[in-house]
């Protein structure tokens, strides 16, 4: 078995009074350490927003390896803790249209168009969901851009 000790505050030194005002210097050095490192706090509860963070990068993995269904697990978990998160809304919309349930796609793009109505990118997501699920009126209603 293999045993450690801990060195020792005191400095070998020929003088005694060296080696004992260097060890003296040594153990007040820790002590004005110890007492400035800060102690480690009791671990915070999560706030909803990083909550919600959590479970949207969660549903990005899901997405990024093709488990839509799983993705779309975490943006809802991700929206019953923030209800308001866009972004959530927006990556569960591309979910859904990924799994071909077009109208799940558009609620969820014209729930993130009523959160952020000056975003056109946004309204263009909604009007080619319709498109993909063919509606051909819907679009020229929703989309910012122009149909001529």
Known sequence: MISYTA????????DP???DALSSVLKA???????LMPRPQPPSRPTPQTQALAYLLSGD???RDGNNELAIEDYTKALAVRPDYREALIKRGAAYLAIRKFQEAVD?????????????AL???RANAFLT???????????????G
């Open 61 to 63: 993995a899901g997405a």
């Open 17 to 19: 009074v060296v080696g």
């Open 133 to 147: 699920m063919g509606n051909l009126t819907k679009p020229r209603q929703t989309s910012a851009l122009s149909f």
């Open 7 to 14: 060195p020792s505050a005191t400095v070998p030194s020929s």
């Open 29 to 35: 050095d820790r002590s004005i350490v110890g007492s």
């Open 108 to 120: 969820d793009f014209s729930a993130a168009v009523r959160l952020a109505p000056e975003d056109p």
């Open 123 to 125: 309204r263009n997501r």
